[in-house]
């Protein structure tokens, strides 16, 4: 069970969440390949080969290997394209492909840790193009994500930063030491059995649909194993997604409440009036 109410006398706390098979249900950058096919990215075949990418992932998962190969391939592919473009066709079609694969699940558990005071940070291999969008879009705090080296605004195929594997770890850690995060009272969620170690960087780790080395692992340590199956358009959620700062909602309340206050005055000395009258 979550605690909705964070001690703010204690070390502040975040809640790490992967993105793609746990916040949400497929891979956030596979889904994006018919977008970059109409916009003149790809070819038909290279359609082919990440929709087959993208069935293969969703149906075993991706180990280390898989990975690696899925890295080496999408390096390979975005070489030459230009980096504006991408965040421009991502933008247009955000909310057509990423809102009904979102979890509903996942995004309730965002809700609950913003409630409670604790940062929301998505940590994902995929791109930064493509993944700074979408933490935007669930109100994550921060984002950290894998990013490709850019020269004279187009991608060279080579990678700048790899967020992947204890990578995420050393990401993590080093967020911990900058924000003040208390790593032992931190929350992280991910699939795949290749982010054991951002897991293990934190108190309440969680096994999200987890694949079948994160399941065993899971069962090893006595983590809980958590099953997100409920798409959700993010839209449906937006009162809740779109919460004004914590501040801001801190001094409303503070509004309110004299406003009710006053309110009840007002009532009191009406019926004190009413009363003097009889």
């Known amino acids: 069970m979550l605690t909705l109410v964070e001690n703010h006398s204690l070390p502040r706390t975040a809640a790490f969440f992967d993105l793609d098979k746990t916040v949400i249900a497929k891979s956030s950058t596979l889904t994006f390949s018919k977008s970059f096919y109409q916009g003149g990215l790809i070819n038909r ?11 293969v992932y969703l149906i075993g998962g991706a180990d280390h ?8 391939y999408l390096s390979d592919l975005c070489r030459g394209w230009n980096v504006q473009q991408v965040r421009e066709i991502v933008a247009e079609t955000l909310h ?9 699940e996942a995004a309730s558990l965002i809700e609950k840790h913003h409630t409670a005071g604790r940062d929301v940070v998505i940590v994902s291999t995929s791109g930064a193009e493509v993944v700074e969008p979408i933490g935007e879009l669930l109100g994550a705090d921060r984002v950290v994500a894998t990013r490709m080296v850019v020269e004279d605004g187009r991608f060279t195929g080579e990678i700048a930063y790899y967020c992947y594997g204890p990578t995420k770890a050393e990401a993590i850690a080093e967020l911990a030491e900058s924000e003040g995060y208390d790593l ?8 795949s059995v290749t982010d054991i170690p951002m897991l293990e960087a934190v108190g309440h780790p ?5 694949d079948k080395g994160l399941r065993r692992e899971a069962a090893t340590r006595g983590w809980p194993v958590l099953t997100f199956n409920r798409p959700v358009r993010l839209k449906q959620r937006l009162p809740l997604l779109s919460m004004p700062p914590r501040p801001y909602l801190a001094v409303a309340a503070a509004v309110g409440a004299a406003a009710a206050t006053a309110g009840l005055v007002w009532y009191a000395s009406r019926r004190r009036a009413a009363y003097a009258r009889i």
Do not use: G, K
Request: aromatic letters at 10%; glycine letters at 0%; charged letters at 25%.
């Open 96 to 104: 057509a492909l990423i809102d009904p694969i979102i979890h509903d």
């Open 184 to 191: 032992a009272r931190c929350y992280a969620y991910s699939d």
């Open 206 to 210: 969680h096994a999200v649909n987890p």
């Open 65 to 72: 290997d898989q990975t690696e190969r899925m890295r080496q």
């Open 45 to 55: 075949r290279d359609v082919l080969r990440t929709a087959y990418t993208q069935f």
